[in-house]
């Protein structure tokens, strides 16, 4: 076909009366606000349903009769003027969590800048694939209701993530449409003579040409960087079609784009970033960029410009193996690199070492490791996964206790308002009031769950239940005719499903080791419960697999396979391209939500938080955010083990599938199936109170990104702001002060520790406070620039400290080139127990062991 000589943009012609749809349809406030979706459902429900819930499509292909009798509509007009007034007062709010809370902040500069691979923020910006792109998207959510001063960075996917159908033989299918970008909700952003705003980065040979996109969500803006435009050769302008997709090079220039192109898009607009928040290692090159800028700004060198750099980086990984990390070789990078370091002043081998646990040119470059490096922020995203990461990084901080490992956790949410069904919500309002989704957090408003009437909550729940199986069999339907089946199968779509039966859902990524077959262990068992004629079960399944995963795409087949058994035919059901739109479904209509990975290999998993609001129940393997969860309090819900690691996976999945099997029969069949006279089940009921009123206050995204402000966005940003004063003065000091230490270090032990208390038969009484004296050798090192320990707890048998307490001791006086430290520690249990004394370097600028982790132990 011809190519076109000439483009240009038509937009829809909206009449004067109704003319503030567009700016309603261009900030994606919408897809949280019930009232906006609800509006354009009212304005056309079948093209709201065929645009994919895509405002700004459904704007530009309506009919002009559909628009003037909109435009005449009084009761339109009144609910858009509602949902007009309701979002000038939400973006100009002055009372907001942010201003509230950090005023200081307001005054100097202070911002986020938030990068991700993914943000799934609606099912019409198709640029994501599944948990990391929603949690992305949630947090953008909550920074706008919260309203930080954050903008998101990513990459515009021609492509996006595959769409999925199954083949006759029930195995996965890819299809990748084209994203029509001007009837998305997103608009290229200007320079200042009004042209598309361009950013470049060099590849070997080349420079690439980047056009910045901005989806406005809320309060806050979302950059969007595409290649895909004529200045770029056509192998380039691949760089941005396909999430995930291509080969290792393929994913180096997606990188490249996202962590050195986001940031240049950035500075181009004027935005110089306090913080710079990776969410996973894909961004880590932008942490080499924001070196490279200071250094060029600021005519300073590497390491001060590093120093500075890593004060304002902020690393979130979500990997609880080393295998899931993006690693590169050094062939690769060289080709990559060898340019861009020169100005820098580092060699190639310094280069590798940043993405290295111990240098070694034959190793490969780990992102994960680089991000690490370079930011003196770090978490992982639940308590247990932030265990399994200071674990895995051990390595880096030989000498400190695992958890002394510079790593925290911020556990994972979910953006409430986003995923609970328009009943659900009304219910809430009615007692709870506007707080419940204004300030999700507070656990005082979730207190009043407990006044809903159980036959209300109960009500909304068969209703949602009842939309679930609606579109389920409509889903059902469509995918048969698209595999083309015959008109009796099709016909029998009708039966499939009961809207008042139990229905447990079971929706994710297929990634293997989250082990969505593990229901199907044993077939026959599965088959009696599902059948039971006094008590039926029905499951609905979901999600997609790699690709290239072809186990996950065999897990599909195999649960398929099964659903076409004749006695499982209308009890389990597989729904084809899972999508955020099949998520709000599932979530807001399943009784069960079943997650069972492989433990601990769920870093957090974000699914069952979207069931709670709904009054879902969770029945999980205590993994991720459910080993917590479930803790919180009595009948939350059900766990699948204890939490038990096994070195047998098969004997696992064995152990596993039966303990599951026998809560389903024991106590989650029985429980939803007890009924009062009037058909209502108190006690299941009851349940879900309880999970509403304990989960829902903390499983949320409004206290995860308040979470991450208070522990880490503020205060790194106040570090990095004194580090960057008078010319980065400060930042060049402590880089003095570290090359100092390091160069001296060696000198630095331990060269004696008494206890002249203890008894002559080495035994104190509980209670009395034991003295501990340490003769210190610091060589060089000043002591200011250290602190003295006393680490001390019970023993084991090995006469290891079993965890421990520590203690510091006090300079008292230098003698004969020595240090003298002195201090008590309390004897409050009894037992074995014993000492070890060990010196750390300090100094009040410094984030330690993070960025030097030196520890001399006696």
Known sequence: MPNAKHAFHVVPDL???????????????????????????????????????????????????????????????AQLERVARSNYAYLNSTTTWFKRTHPEL??????????????????????????????????????????LPLAGVGLLYQQGYFRQYLNAEGWQQQRYPENDFYNMPIEAVR?????????????????????????????????????????????????TDQLYGGGEEMRLHQELVLGIGGLRALTAMGIKPSICHMNEGHAAFMALERIRMIMAEKGVDFKTAQEAASAGNLFTTHTPVPAGFDMFTPDLLRRYFEGYIMPLGISFD??????????????????????????????????????????????????????????????????????????????????????????????????????????????????RREKLVQFARKRLRTQYEQRGMGDNEIRN??????????????????????RAAMILSDPERLLRILNDPNRPVQILMSGKAHPKDDGGKQLIQQIVEFARRPEARNRILFIEDYDMAVARHLVQGVDVWLNNPRRPMEASG???????????????????????????????????????EYNDPDHQDHVEATALYEILERDIVPLFYDRNAEGTPRAWIARMKNSMRILCPVYNTHRMVSEYATTYYVTAGKRYHHLIESDLAPAHSLVEWKRKVQDN????????????????????????????????????????????????????????????????????????????YEGVIPCQISGQQGISVRVLPTHPDAMLPMELPLVAWE
């Open 493 to 514: 779509v009708s039966e499939a499903l009961n809207p008042n039966i139990l229905t447990i859902g079971f929706a994710r990524r297929f990634a293997t080791y989250k």
């Open 15 to 77: 009449p004067e009366p109704i003319s503030k749809l567009h700016d309603i349809a261009h900030n994606l406030r919408w897809a949280w606000d019930h009232e906006s979706i609800e509006l354009f459902r009212r304005l056309d429900r079948n093209l709201w349903e065929k645009t994919s819930h895509n405002p700004v499509k459904m704007l530009g292909t309506i009919s002009q009769t559909r628009l003037k009798d909109a435009a005449q509509d009084e009761a339109f007009l």
């Open 606 to 644: 974000t699914s069952g938080m979207k069931v709670l609001a709904n009054g879902g129940l969770n029945c999980s393997i205590p993994d991720g955010w459910w080993a917590e969860g479930y803790a919180l309090g009595e009948d939350l819900g059900w766990s699948i083990g204890k939490g038990e």
């Open 106 to 147: 307001l005054t100097i500069g202070f911002n986020i800048a938030y990068f991700s691979m993914e943000f799934g923020i609606t099912e019409c910006l198709p640029v994501y694939s599944g948990g990391l792109g929603v949690l992305a998207g949630d947090h953008m959510k909550s920074s706008s209701d919260l309203d």
């Open 350 to 463: 310094e280069f590798m070492a940043l993405g290295q646990v111990f240098p070694d040119p034959k190793d490969k470059f780990n992102m994960a490791i680089l991000a690490l490096k370079n930011a003196h922020q770090c978490n992982g995203v639940s308590a247990l996964h932030g265990d399994v990461t200071r674990n895995m990084v051990q390595s880096l901080y030989s000498g400190f206790e695992t958890h002394e490992v510079p790593v925290g956790h911020v556990t994972n949410g979910i953006h409430t308002r986003s995923f609970i069904s328009g009943e659900m919500a009304d219910l809430l309002d009615h007692y709870l009031g506007g707080k419940w989704y204004q300030d999700t957090s507070d656990k005082s408003v979730w207190a009043k769950v407990d006044d809903i009437p159980d036959e209300e909550l109960w009500r909304v729940k068969e209703y």
């Open 745 to 820: 270090w060696s000198q630095v032990r331990v060269e004696k520790v008494e206890t002249p208390t203890l008894s002559a038969d080495a035994s104190v009484k509980v209670g009395t406070p034991l003295k501990i004296m340490a003769t210190v050798h610091l060589g060089g090192i000043a002591p200011g620039d250290v602190v003295v320990q006393a680490h001390h707890g019970l023993l084991d048998v090995n006469h290891h400290i079993v965890g421990g307490d520590t203690d510091t001791l006090e300079w008292t006086h230098e003698e004969n080139g020595s240090h003298r």
């Open 191 to 239: 320079d200042k003579d009004g042209k598309p705003l361009t950013v470049c980065v060099d590849l070997p040979g080349r420079g690439i040409t980047i056009k910045v996109w901005k989806a406005q969500v809320g309060r806050v803006p979302l950059y969007l960087l595409d290649t895909n435009i004529p200045e770029n050769s056509p192998e380039d302008q691949n760089i």
